[in-house]
């Protein structure tokens, strides 16, 4: 019974929220260690291999650089929510382009 009146006095006068507690909590940076890796093969791919790819070749490699240099930084660098969104877009779109480059070497390369 005093379950149910608990319940129903929550519902009729909802619990009012701070500033504090709509904060999000600050989250755990781990070291990315993968990451870093995939990032900085994709480097040495883009440096080692530019005499040997195509334009298409080196457009996706810069493309898919930016992205994950742009995902790092928005985990490991304190930034401002205007520079924080600006990042994350720069990051959509240039992994949405590495995507799209992608699939025109594949279709250049095994279907044309």
């Known amino acids: ?13 909802p619990k009012q929220t701070t500033e504090i507690e709509n904060k999000q909590p600050e989250k755990k940076v781990g070291k990315d260690y993968l990451l870093i890796i995939v990032f900085a093969l994709t480097l040495v791919f883009l ?25 790092y930084a928005r985990r490991h660098y304190n930034l401002s929510p205007t520079h924080d969104l600006w ?3 720069a ?3 240039s992994m949405a382009a590495a995507i799209v480059f992608f699939a025109a070497v594949v279709y250049f ?3 044309s």
């Not at 019974?1 to 006068?13: D, F, G, T, V």
């Not at 040997?52 to 742009?70: C, D, E, K, M, Q």
């Open 109 to 111: 390369q095994y279907f």
């Open 1 to 13: 019974m005093a379950r149910q009146s608990r319940k129903i006095a929550k519902k009729l006068k």
């Open 47 to 71: 440096i080692v291999g530019w005499q040997n790819f195509t334009p298409l070749n080196r457009a996706l490699y810069v493309a898919l650089a930016i992205s994950l240099g742009s995902t």
């Open 87 to 89: 990042v994350e877009r």
């Open 91 to 93: 990051g959509f779109a």
